[in-house]
Each structure stands twice: as C-alpha cells, then as structure tokens.
C-alpha cells in the first residue's frame, strides 16, 4: 500500500508542471484529491491494513496529500501570473509607433500649418499673460454686428458678405469680433484676451481669398491704452510670429467697432515686395485690421468708457501662415491636397 502510494505521489509530481490552466488544474486535484480520486481510492484500501500499519500509512497519506495540496497551489500562482504576462505582452503599448506604421507602408499624421501656426500664435500670447477664449460659429446678429456698433441699417453689415440661417437672426460670423462681446460678458476689466478660429464670407474666391478662413481676435482693455501701445504690441507681436523684423505699414481703416481703426500690412514675403498674385500686384498684404475700441463697443459689454479703454485687432490667420510657409494660394489650405499636407508632416 505504502508503495502504491509513492507511486502515485510520483505520478503526481511527474506530471503537474504538464497543468497549464485553471481548469485543466481543477480536474487535475480532483484525479488526486477528489472524492473519486486516486488517493481517496489507495484510502480505501486502509481497511485491510494492521492497526500499526494503518497508522504509518494514515501518516504518510497525510503528508502526501498536503504536499499535494501545496504543489498544486504554487502551480496554481504559476499559471495565474502566465495569464497575466500573456494579457499583458498582448496589451503592450508600442512606442515604436512612428516607425512601425511606415514599415505598414502607413503615413504618420502630422499637423496641419494652419494648427501650427494657430498653437505657435496662442503660445505666444499665453506667454504675453493673454487668457484665451472662444465663440460660437453659428452666431446671431446681436453678437456679430450690433453689439460692435454696426446697427442693421448700417452700410458696414454689406462689408462683409454673410451667410444667414434662414430665421434672418442667426448667421455664420463673418469674423470673430463676436468674441470681443463674449469676453466681455464674462470677463471684468482690466484684462486681456485672444480668441482664434474660423469665419465664413460668402467671397468670390483667388489666392488670398477663401469663403472659410480663419481670424484671431485680440482685445485688451485697460486704463491709459494709447495708439502707441497698440502699435508697439503688434510689431513686437509679429517679430515674435516671424522671428524677425518684418516690414510692415499701417494706413488707416474703417471698422465701426474701433475708433480710430487702422489696417496693418506687411510686405508680401511671397515675391519680397516686388507683386505676386497673392498681393495682388502691390507688394503688400492685409494682415489685421485694428484700432482703439469704440465706446459704444465698451458700453455694449457693459464697461464703462470714461475709466477704461483699449486696443482690440483681429488677424488673418491663413494669409499669415502664407506668409510663414511661402505658399502661394490660400485655396492650398483648404484643398485636402495630401500633396501638399505631407510637406508639413512632422517627424
Ligand atoms: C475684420 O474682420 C475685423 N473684424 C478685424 C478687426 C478686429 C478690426 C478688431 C478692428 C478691430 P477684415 O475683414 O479686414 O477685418 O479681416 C481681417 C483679416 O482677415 C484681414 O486683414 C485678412 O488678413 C483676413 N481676411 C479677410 N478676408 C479674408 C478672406 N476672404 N480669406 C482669407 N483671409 C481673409
């Protein structure tokens, strides 16, 4: 009997380690130490045995079945923790993506100009102590034209062809000067803020006029802002967009919401001044209109104009990124040309 059951004891230890799940484990234990199992069976036997002998033999399948036990415990831990180096080797992040997806014969995104140079243009404000908003597309007429001092019968609304939602109330905003009003329903002055983002013109389109393009709008308000404030701001803000002194001309312009207003050109980097079809011929190109912001403007946002005053400019963003990138038609940006997007993957 004894050596029936080091017989099986070793059968036992000769093929655990072949157990490789829970499952297959749980018959395994019950082969052995089940009901039904080989060791209850050799138990069986015990009747036949001498008192001594059914003693040492009690003893010895004492032993063997705890040693069972604890053999089929650290085997048990084994498979677990195989499960999980196999979950895990499954879910293994690859860092080597980039890599890997050309060897897929993949491309890797990049971002597109118009992104970056957006980023670069917040990151510099941000850093200038600039918080930065936003405002809705779909804008209503309040927001977009009466609120900046441009009342319906206004001649300035036909500056600037709008798309109407057919209410006649709503519209896509032609600009983003909405975010002036937007800032100063949640902000208090003094303060300063930027809003980027996109604006809709029903254009007849050429190299530098899109329908959809893109503005960022600046507004700061404060006590004892001057002309030369605004001035000085806006060449240091474009040295800092070019990283470089960049040649640029201020002429006046008329928008209702600022008072005096100015259009701020720089020369056309496309062809150094000389005229391109981007500049139209005259060596130069609108970046931003700007000027201090009108009182009633102020009023509308519920500021009053007798203690505070500011600047506020609003930017091209696309003719911007023309400039920066040297590309020669706006319509580029907006084509989904991979052509052209994979000139500005960045690896
Ligand atoms: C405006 O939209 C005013 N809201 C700007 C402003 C803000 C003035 C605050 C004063 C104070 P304008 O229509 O000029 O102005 O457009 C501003 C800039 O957007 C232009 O200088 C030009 O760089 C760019 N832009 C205008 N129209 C287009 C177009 N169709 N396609 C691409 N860029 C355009």
Redesign the pocket.
Known sequence: MLQKLEEVKKEFDASIDAVGSMPDMAQFKADYLGKKGKLNALMGGMRDLSDDDKKNFGARANEVKQEMLDAIDRRSQAIEIDAINEKLAENRMDISWTNKISDLGQQAAGLHPLTSVTRELEDIFLSMGFDILDGPHIEDEYHNFEALNIPESHPARD??DTFWFKDGEHLLR????NI?IRGMEVKKPPFKFVGPGK?F?C?TLDA????A?H?L?GMMVGEDISVPHMIHFLRTLLSEIFKAEIKVRLRP?F?P??EP?F?LDYECMLCGGKGCSVCKQVGW???????MVHPNVLRSGGIDPDKWNGF?????I???TMMRYHIDD?RHLHSGNLQFSEQFRAY
Request: glycine share 16%; net charge negative; hydrophobic share 40%.
């Open positions: 500056m600037q032609t600009h983003t000067s002036q604006v013109r254009e530098s006029h899109e329908a393009f503005q709008e312009g928008f919401f600022v207003g259009e190109v609108e970046a931003l209109g700007c000027g506020a400019f609003g930017m091209g696309d003719r911007l706006v």
